[in-house]
């Protein structure tokens, strides 16, 4: 069963860095690039970009650049994002999510999700 | 950037009644759009890819329709476990976005 399996809930303070893991089962880890989303409390899905998990090779939306850095273990097939810089406006439930199989850029299945709270 | 639409915000039925639902883009995504379903507490879940194509698993109730702008997702005979919010995806480029969302109710 293809199962992606997230960390748990972080609290973090405001300017602090949050670093998330994304652990994959039952399917070659490599073989599929994994994306990172989050969903703010009222708000809509918003992508954040995606990394190859093959060459490790990342591509950030740009409303992120600077602060998100995307990096894989295939030896552990899991992949992590740490969001730098951390702002109230981050709090959200950040969720990892393989690519579909049969059509690249839409996304399934999705990790558990992870609550992250920004509070001072 | 590409922004998505949806309509109804929110729509309120009752089982076995036929549910139609849709999205706008701001500019032509072609067929590159797809359908998620999410319920409470839960991760989304993909319906549709590709306007009209029905992911591994999903029940033929649900379909997809549309090109260019203008989208429609429709559930032909509503079960309960339908209840939930539905959001459309585009494909098409980078970044990718999604509509606000369309809370399927219980009338």
């Known amino acids: 069963q293809v199962q992606l399996v997230q960390s748990g809930a972080e609290v973090k303070k405001p300017g602090a860095s949050v670093k998330i893991s994304c652990e994959s089962f039952?399917?070659?880890?490599?073989?599929?690039?994994i994306h990172w989303l989050r969903q703010a409390p009222g708000q809509r899905l918003e992508w954040m970009g995606w990394?190859?998990?093959?060459?490790?090779?990342?591509k950030y939306s740009q409303k992120f650049q600077g602060r998100l850095t995307f990096t894989r273990d295939t030896s552990a097939a899991t992949a992590y994002m740490e969001l730098s810089s951390l702002r109230s406006e981050d709090a959200a439930v950040y969720y990892c999510?393989?690519?579909?199989?049969?059509?690249?850029?839409?996304?399934?299945?999705w990790g558990q999700g992870t609550l992250v709270t920004v509070s001072s | 950037e590409i922004v998505l639409t949806q309509s109804p915000a929110t729509l309120s039925l009752s089982p076995g009644e036929r549910a139609t639902l849709s999205c706008r883009a701001s500019?032509?995504?072609?067929?590159?759009l797809a359908w998620y379903q999410q319920k409470p507490g839960q991760a989304p879940r993909l319906l549709i890819y590709?306007?009209?194509s029905r992911a591994t698993g999903i029940p033929a109730r649900f379909s997809g329709s549309g090109s260019g702008t203008d989208f429609t997702l429709t559930i032909s005979s509503l079960e309960p476990e339908d209840f939930a919010v539905y959001y459309c995806?585009?494909?098409?480029?980078?970044?990718?976005?999604f509509g606000q969302g369309t809370r399927l109710d219980i009338k």
């Open positions: 999510a393989r690519d579909y199989p049969f059509r690249a850029n839409c996304f399934d299945p």
């Open positions: 039952g399917y070659s880890f490599a073989d599929y690039a």
């Open positions: 990394i190859n998990t093959g060459n490790g090779n990342p």
């Open positions: 500019q032509s995504v072609s067929s590159s």
């Open positions: 590709d306007a009209s």
């Open positions: 995806q585009h494909l098409s480029s980078w970044p990718f976005t």
